[in-house]
């Protein structure tokens, strides 16, 4: 059995620089917002839909630029894996948890604060937004 769980996720910088996290209620993990993806849905329209449901924003068409492909453990479903397509993107409206998620706040990638991270937000984008990390290919 196949134990990935393959996602779309979204780096989305203020214009302070800082990067969005969002934490899913009943977990400890500060993640990018985004998730699966629905039958049929391309990466982009899926970050669309999930950031109108759990954030209440909405992607600025055109905006998205991949990042790369990214592998991490999963930080909610142990001995499970998260196959990442992670995009950059723009957002317009405010932003607010809804849905599944309890909290949300703007970090400085170059000093995080003393947070529970996810492994492919600790590992892969927080160094991709402070320029440390590999921009295209990942892994």
């Not at 393959?6 to 934490?23: K, N, P, S």
């Amino acid at each position: 059995m196949d134990k990935t769980i393959r996602v779309v996720a979204a780096l989305i910088r203020d214009d302070a620089g800082r990067v969005l996290l969002v934490r899913k209620r009943g977990t400890a993990a500060f993640m990018q917002p985004g998730g699966k993806r629905d039958g049929g849905e391309d990466d982009v329209t899926a970050l669309a839909r999930e950031l109108d449901e759990e954030l209440g924003c909405r992607l600025i068409p055109g905006s998205a630029r991949p990042l790369g492909q990214f592998d991490a453990v999963a930080a909610n479903e142990p001995g499970w894996r998260v196959e990442a397509a992670v995009y950059a993107i723009d957002v317009d409206g405010p932003i607010a948890p809804k849905a599944e998620i309890d909290e949300m706040l703007w970090i400085d990638p170059a000093a995080p604060p003393d947070i529970h991270l996810a492994p492919l937000t600790r590992d892969h984008v927080v160094p991709l937004a402070t320029g440390a990390g590999r921009a295209v290919g990942g892994q």
